[in-house]
């Protein structure tokens, strides 16, 4: 049965009634990720498949037990076609053509494709020709520094047990209970198989609490339930060399690398001498070649988290870690930790210890860590050192995010991925929402089809891409019930997308300028009760605050500034830095408009984000929480909008503006 076949039987139980037979019992549920990016949820019928280790030149054929595995990554075409392919090569180096024998040599000498079977091609060179000898010695030259695991050829098996295996899944074809159905899906049509990921369980809204650490406290590094990545080891147990992409090497902890400049986070040799546990000899930084200043060592990274041993399974966690070095002065390096909201949960400046410690607590789900050059240094008469490198990433268990979803397809445009609450995810276009019913043209059904909203977690859209403008006119005000909604500069209360609606203003809980994310206060700062106003570098507990209609003003003299330390040496310490001036702002007015530090008001403390309420998110930042009367309504999707209703009136948002939509949970009676 092909997979068009059986994705017809999938989405058809999905809008029909089921048949009353529903087969045998499956063995095992497993998730499995389509190549044209749909997700299906399979209650497979064989409990194990037939598996090939491959090690150098040997091979041992295996059975594995669906139960035993925790993720299966399949290449492209099977190990067994590429060994074919060599061979067929080997055959083309004897070639009576001398054209045809140099075409064999550089297609074999081809790391990225080849590096893998280095030792099957070690082995033609037995019994050969002077010639096609001299030539396969020349093709291990080129392929014997082979170490890039990002083009790995082989298919790789990740255990419960935590072993990896790498070898042949040959031609598996998956067979199972799918919506009690029977289902079959061919390996081209496969691009990876997990076991079952549990969703998120609903959340009942919660004030926000935030911590921020800049020196290394027993919780980050003495709990046994955390994970801590020293860049030593690779899953193996094996040691790691140097110039790796690290990008998803460590993904089997939960953890994942990259930089947004042109280059790659790569791991080096320079041991840690001032770490207060022990870093071992390696670690990471970023490579870049498009900076001013290309090299090792400078740019962003960016850590963000997944499943353990599930890349593609978005991950956050509560609390996370990390030591630099290399950074001559102190505050030259910030570290920023943002919720899946892209809100600031919390900034740490490097201090003035050899090794710099930050790390963040939050009961928002951290979903990446930014670490940069500090851009908010101002008056400063000293070069900005901008070097640094990373060791020692500690944070506690990945949970899975589920938001916001983006589409994972390149096939329509506009593009879109539905989510089912049974967690099968399939591509789509045409989508439609008119009541309670959500219909869509399946790529594989041609047709459209329909579906109860009731049966749908979440759409997202792969929007067009907009180049970046400035927003430094407009405001973003966060509501109570955690929607953000952009505003006028000249009043914060009149919603850009809603002209004929204004909000109440007891109904505002945080202000922001829309060219900068929100930055949150920490847990302390909201105990007087008193508002709390977050500049990059310090934050200030506002007496007296009066909103004016492009800014507000507070009373200095009463106010308490609060700045990070980062002076961390003893004061009698001969070593120790000349304490640098205040960097932070020292004004007692701000407007959002780029006039002086840009600045997050908050009039009262935050809450997280109820999960049994649906929203919509914009690309602009905006959100959108859904359900009570009066607030925010998804009356209808079309072909090119959304349309959204506030306070009774109605506006049409493209689609090009809408990242994703989550709907609302059924509460239990």
């Known amino acids: 049965m092909n997979l068009i076949r059986c994705v017809i039987i999938a989405v058809s139980w999905l809008f029909f009634e ?6 045998n019992a499956a063995e095992q549920q497993l998730r499995i990720q389509v190549r044209d990016g749909s997700t299906l949820l399979l209650d497979v019928e064989q409990p194990q498949f037939p598996w090939v280790d491959i090690e150098g030149a040997t091979s041992t054929d295996r059975v594995i037990r669906w139960e035993d595995v925790q993720e299966l990554k399949l290449v492209e075409s099977p190990v067994s076609d590429q060994i074919s392919r060599i061979e067929a090569l080997l055959i083309q180096l004897t070639s009576a053509d001398y054209q045809s024998r140099e075409q064999a040599e550089m297609l074999l000498s081809d790391p990225n494709t080849f590096g893998p079977f280095e030792s099957q091609i070690r ?8 010639e096609s ?18 083009a790995n050829q082989f298919d790789e098996l990740r255990m419960k047990d935590g072993t990896v295996r790498t070898g042949d899944a040959t031609n598996i074809s ?18 990876h198989v997990t076991t079952s990921t549990d969703s998120p369980a609903r959340r009942e809204p919660a004030p926000v609490d935030v911590r921020t650490f800049n020196q290394a406290i027993p919780e980050f590094y003495r709990n046994d ?9 690779d899953r193996l147990g094996q040691p790691i060399p140097s110039d790796l992409d690290a990008g998803e090497l460590f993904s089997w902890t939960g953890l994942l690398l990259r930089t947004p400049h042109d280059g790659r986070v790569i791991t080096i040799r320079y041991p840690f001498k001032f770490c207060p546990i022990d870093a071992g000899q390696k670690c990471i930084c970023p490579l870049n070649e498009s900076l001013d200043k290309p090299g090792r060592l400078r740019g962003t990274t960016v850590i963000s988290f997944c499943l353990p041993g599930q890349p593609r399974v978005s991950a956050g966690v509560h609390r996370v870690g990390l030591f630099l070095e290399r950074i001559e002065h102190s505050r030259d390096v910030v570290i920023q930790a943002y919720n899946a909201r892209g809100q600031m949960v919390g900034m740490v400046e490097s201090t003035d210890q050899t090794c710099t410690f930050a790390g963040f607590e939050s009961n928002e789900l951290i979903t990446r860590v930014v670490i940069t050059k500090n851009p ?23 949970m899975v995010v589920r938001e916001p979803i983006q589409a994972r397809s390149q096939l329509f445009a506009p593009r879109a991925t539905i989510d089912f609450r049974s967690g099968v995810s399939l591509v789509a276009k045409d989508l439609k929402l008119d009541g309670s019913s959500v219909s869509f043209t399946s790529p594989f059904l041609g047709q459209t089809v329909q579906t109860p909203q009731a049966d749908v977690h979440a759409i997202g859209f792969r929007t067009i891409e907009h180049a970046a403008r400035d927003d430094a006119e407009f405001n973003m005000v966060q509501l109570d019930d955690s929607s953000i909604i952009k505003t006028a500069a000249s009043s914060w209360l009149q919603p850009i997308d809603f002209p004929e609606t204004e909000i109440e203003p007891g109904s505002a809980v945080g202000v922001w300028n829309a060219n900068q994310p929100a930055r949150f206060a920490e847990t302390p700062d909201f105990e007087s009760g008193r508002p709390v106003i977050v500049y990059p570098g310090c934050r200030i507990i506002a007496e007296g605050l009066k909103m004016k209609a492009d800014g507000f003003g507070w009373d200095k003299g009463r106010s308490e500034k609060i700045v990070q330390n980062v002076q961390l040496r003893d004061e009698d310490d001969p070593d120790a830095e000349t304490k640098e001036p205040d960097l932070t702002p020292q004004v007692d007015q701000v407007d959002f408009r780029g006039k002086g530090q840009l600045a997050t008001l908050w009039l009262a403390r935050p809450t997280t984000t109820d999960g049994r309420r649906g929203h919509v998110s914009l690309t602009d930042g905006q959100y959108f929480v859904l359900g009570d009367s009066g607030g925010f309504q998804l009356d209808a999707i079309d072909s090119d909008s959304v349309k959204i209703s506030l306070g009774g009136r109605t506006t049409d948002f493209p689609l090009t503006r809408v990242a994703n939509i989550t709907f609302p949970q059924a509460t239990e009676k």
């Open 18 to 23: 089921a048949p009353e037979s529903a087969g």
């Open 225 to 233: 339930q955390e994970t801590v990545v020293s860049f030593e080891v």
């Open 376 to 398: 908010h240094l101002t008056e400063l008469k000293r070069n900005v050192d901008e070097t640094y490198a990373i060791d020692c990433v500690t944070f506690d268990q990945p």
């Open 133 to 150: 000898d001299y030539r396969t010695r020349r093709i291990l030259t080129n392929l014997e520094n082979y170490s890039s695991p990002q």
């Open 123 to 130: 082995d033609a060179l037995a019994a050969r020709d002077l």
């Open 174 to 191: 998956i067979a199972g209970q799918l919506f009690e159905h029977r289902v079959q899906i061919d390996r081209k049509n496969i691009l």
